[in-house]
């Protein structure tokens, strides 16, 4: 097998600061161009400047008081690395001079390049996230690849929403809905997973089903009114049932605009208000038009304000259904003066502890996978955690359908007890939300 070297751009090491260990017994090459980046990225509270730090430190303790312009081992069982200096001037292939010499990309490939000349018995290899710097590299010659560790390559296992089971004896149907459960016995057949959801069908008859994988068996999900909230379909009542159950401690609302994730997760965290002793609401800040939050004008509440809006546009919504004196009204103008419940930055958790709480974390299509393990890390005693957002609606640079956190986390605990997730397909926001979908 040909020896391979892979040199990492900043944004692999951005994504993810352990990718330096992830290339088994091959090699690992960073441009020092790569270095001066992080140095750019390491003062900060985001998660690109924790990886960056984290970088750092490790290959401050690998080198030692050594140099790192010269091989040295990662660890057991895995290859090299070293530091690769920007080439002066390449004979064959130079991309400053191709491209211009204003940009550290161009620096970063001709680094590749030099490398390429001087271990002509390896295959020299670019990982990067950046889609533009990929094509640039192959355009010159250069073999270059997205980083591949953590990216789901197969969407179909939670893509096509809940089965729909068929031909199911007419017995069965009636025994779930008598006694609300029946043994698996194979009904299932090769859909069964654990806190999975089905509708069961037979020519005459349906019940909307739950597999519940402790008791090894299907039981019946019926409609439920919660905080003023009606499903208005099977997949916002399957997604209820999962954001009810006290045993399914994880659970991720996945679907397009309109299709009421935020509303249904918020609904029920405050149904069961009596059950936590916090409710927070979070999401992640995506600066628009390049511009970061410290642009904005006003302090740190005003500053994010724009950004949680959608949040309390469906609080306002779910106090739009009760009359101002009525109890639940005050119940939520209690909750929110008390502090109980809380809608904040997703970038204001980090390091908290949430002990008996209801964490619900929206748009999470637009985390890294290392950012939802942290998230999930915050969970203490009592404490649920909610995650909704649509995978094909990303806003953050270097990640896709495959590569979110959103999109890993559900391939990973697929089949879990303590997980649950549904998708949700049909928009129930209006006419005109629904053709946007469907047609642009």
Same mark, same amino acid.
């Given at each position: 097998m040909t020896k391979k070297v892979f040199v990492l751009d900043t944004s692999v090491l951005l994504f993810d600061h352990n990718s330096i260990r992830n290339f088994d017994e091959h090699d690992v090459a960073i441009p020092i161009t790569v270095l001066e980046e992080l140095d750019q990225f390491k003062i900060g509270n985001e998660t690109k400047n924790f990886e960056a730090r984290e970088v750092i430190r490790f290959l401050d303790k690998l080198s030692g008081n050594n140099g790192l312009n010269k091989w040295m081992k990662i660890g057991q069982?895995?290859?090299?690395?070293? &530091? #690769?200096?920007?080439?002066?001037?390449?004979?064959?292939?130079?991309?400053?001079? @191709?491209? *211009?010499?204003? =940009?550290?990309?161009?620096?970063?490939?001709?680094?590749a390049l030099a490398l390429v000349a001087e271990e002509k018995k390896k295959s020299i290899i670019l990982v990067t996230k950046d889609i533009n710097l990929r094509i640039k590299a192959k355009a010159i010659g250069l073999i270059s690849e997205d980083y591949e560790t953590g990216k789901v390559k197969n969407l179909k296992s939670f893509s096509d929403g809940f089965p729909v089971i068929e031909n199911i004896d007419a017995q &069965? #149907?009636?025994?779930?809905?008598?006694?609300?459960?029946?043994?698996?016995?194979? @009904?299932? *057949?090769?859909? =069964?997973?654990?806190?999975?959801?089905?509708i069961l069908n037979n020519c005459s008859n349906s019940v909307l089903?739950?597999?519940?994988?402790?008791?090894?068996?299907?039981?019946?999900?019926?409609k439920k009114y919660v905080f003023g909230i009606k499903p208005r379909n099977a997949e916002q009542t399957f997604g209820l049932n999962a954001l009810l159950q006290d045993e399914i401690?994880?659970?991720?609302?996945?679907?397009?605009?309109?299709?009421?994730?935020?509303?249904?997760?918020?609904?029920?965290?405050?149904?069961?208000?009596?059950?936590?002793?916090?409710?927070i609401l979070a999401r992640p800040i995506i600066p628009l038009s390049n511009r970061e939050i410290g642009f904005l004008p006003g302090d740190a509440e005003s500053k994010i304000s724009p950004y949680m809006q959608p949040l309390w546009d469906n609080l306002n919504f779910i106090k739009n259904q009760f009359k101002a004196n009525e109890k639940k009204s005050k119940v939520l103008e209690q909750l929110q003066e008390s502090g109980l419940l809380t809608i904040t930055a997703l970038a204001f958790i980090r390091g908290r502890s949430l002990i008996n709480s209801i964490f619900i974390v929206d748009e999470a299509q637009n985390l890294t996978p290392h950012e939802v393990k942290t998230i999930i890390t915050r969970a203490g005693e009592g404490t649920k955690v909610?995650?909704?957002?649509?995978?094909?609606?990303?806003?953050?640079?270097?990640?896709?359908?495959?590569?979110?956190?959103?999109?890993?986390?559900?391939?990973?605990?697929?089949?879990?007890?303590?997980?649950?997730?549904?998708?949700?397909?049909?928009?129930?926001?209006?006419?005109?939300?629904?053709?946007?979908n469907e047609m642009l």
């Open positions: 069982g895995r290859g090299r690395l070293k &530091v #690769i200096m920007d080439a002066q001037s390449l004979q064959n292939m130079d991309a400053e001079e @191709i491209y *211009g010499n204003t =940009k550290n990309d161009h620096k970063i490939i001709n680094a &069965v #149907i009636q025994t779930i809905y008598q006694k609300n459960r029946i043994k698996e016995g194979g @009904i299932l *057949g090769s859909e =069964k997973v654990t806190n999975g959801y089905y089903a739950r597999y519940n994988g402790e008791t090894d068996a299907i039981e019946r999900v019926d401690k994880l659970v991720a609302l996945e679907g397009v605009a309109g299709t009421g994730k935020t509303l249904l997760a918020l609904a029920s965290a405050l149904e069961q208000k009596n059950k936590y002793d916090q409710i909610i995650f909704t957002g649509d995978i094909n609606q990303i806003y953050t640079p270097y990640m896709d359908e495959h590569s979110n956190g959103l999109t890993y986390l559900i391939d990973r605990l697929k089949g879990n007890p303590l997980f649950a997730h549904v998708k949700l397909e049909k928009g129930e926001r209006s006419e005109l939300a629904n053709l946007a």
